[in-house]
């Protein structure tokens, strides 16, 4: 499982032969979230907090081209 940014205490990764839509997990220590790339809509969020959710969120549409392109490269 690749890890495609890491910010502060946030880990975003996208796991290789991942089924579904493209989407990110995000996790920091007990904590883990999945997000649609595109659309931004959390499929799951254990533990997060709002705040930390919201810079998750922050990251993806930051850096959006970026997971987009490691979606593609990691599940073709």
Request: aromatic share 12%; with cysteine.
């Given at each position: 499982?690749?890890?495609?940014?890491?910010?502060?205490?946030?880990?975003?990764?996208?796991?290789?032969n991942?089924?579904?839509?493209?989407?990110?997990?995000v996790?920091?220590?007990?904590?883990?979230?999945?997000?649609?790339?595109?659309?931004?809509k959390?499929?799951?969020?254990?533990?997060?907090?709002?705040?930390?959710?919201?810079k998750?969120?922050?990251?993806?549409?930051?850096?959006?081209?970026?997971?987009l392109?490691?979606?593609e490269?990691?599940?073709?």
């Amino acid at each position: 499982m690749p890890k495609v940014l890491e910010f502060r205490n946030l880990v975003f990764r996208i796991y290789f032969n991942d089924h579904g839509r493209p989407h990110v997990h995000v996790i920091s220590g007990n904590c883990e979230a999945k997000i649609e790339i595109e659309t931004l809509k959390v499929i799951s969020n254990k533990s997060f907090s709002k705040k930390d959710l919201t810079k998750a969120l922050e990251k993806i549409v930051e850096y959006n081209d970026e997971f987009l392109e490691a979606w593609e490269e990691y599940n073709e």
